[in-house]
């Protein structure tokens, strides 16, 4: 199984991130794939990718609930770490219209960019998008690079947005959620061809249920993964193979 969205390097995990870990690959985790905020965060990020090569995953991006004043600095650090070292992705990168708009022209401006980082080296990117969905595929379709690629991490959205996100080339990330009994996913999912979803916690946020409210981790993936199954009427192993399978797709 492929976790394809957790902040492992966050501080909630400083007083047990070995045993943290530990339940992950017990829990039989292959691969973490690990999406970037900012500056800030990159150094733990790397020392994770250090001590778990191959099994902890760096993506490079800026993150756009960072995106501040002075954002054209953090984009020059993060094309400066792009020229140094290897990624599987630029994210997570997007907008996020949720907390202020303030900056909602710099965030465009930051993914637009982003975007054009991903081309260059080759890259999909890890798309944030929240209160903000249709914004970004407008963002998307400007670009207009039918090569552009990457997943819609934690997809919320209705049908007719996983249908969009779909044709331009998408994955869904589909996480705790989709547990959620107001999720709305439950709407979603069954009419969504598996081939198109991957899974995530977004650890250490978003727990699914029963730990909702409470710090999520890696290992409850396998919850997201026995609803997914419940709600499209398959076992979890067939759900387990086939998400497995295109996020694996996704690092050719």
């Known amino acids: 199984m492929i976790e394809t969205h957790a902040h492992i390097y966050s501080d909630d995990y400083a007083d047990d991130r070995t045993a943290m870990l530990d339940r992950a690959w017990n829990a039989g985790i292959e691969q973490i794939w690990m999406p970037n905020c900012d500056h800030a965060t990159i150094e733990g990020m790397m020392q994770l990718a250090e ?15 960072y995106v ?97 996100a779909i044709e331009l080339g998408f994955k869904l990330g589909i996480g705790g959620v989709a547990t959620f009994k107001n999720g709305g996913l439950d709407k979603v999912l069954p009419f969504i061809d598996l081939e198109h979803i991957v899974l995530e916690t977004d650890s250490p946020y978003l727990a699914p249920t029963p730990h909702r409210g409470k710090r999520n981790e890696v290992a409850f993936i396998e919850l997201v993964a026995q609803r997914v199954a419940d709600l499209k009427e398959m076992s979890k192993e067939e759900v387990i193979r086939a998400t497995t399978h295109t996020a694996k797709n996704m690092l050719n």
Not at 60 to 65: A, D, K, R
Not at 87 to 105: N, P, Q
């Open 51 to 65: 001590e778990y090569p191959g099994k902890c995953l760096p993506m490079i991006g800026l993150h756009p609930t």
């Open 68 to 164: 501040k004043e002075g954002f054209e600095k953090e984009l020059q650090i993060m094309e400066e770490w792009l020229d140094k070292r290897q990624f599987i992705a630029i994210g997570e990168i997007g907008m996020d219209l949720f907390w202020d708009k303030t900056y909602r022209s710099q965030q465009e401006e930051a993914f637009l960019y982003q975007c054009k980082l991903a081309r260059k080296h080759n890259l999909w990117i890890d798309i944030h998008s929240r209160n903000a969905f249709w914004e970004t595929v407008s963002l998307i379709e400007t670009f207009a690079d039918p090569d552009l690629k990457g997943i819609f991490h934690c997809f919320t959205g209705n049908l007719e947005e996983a249908k969009k």
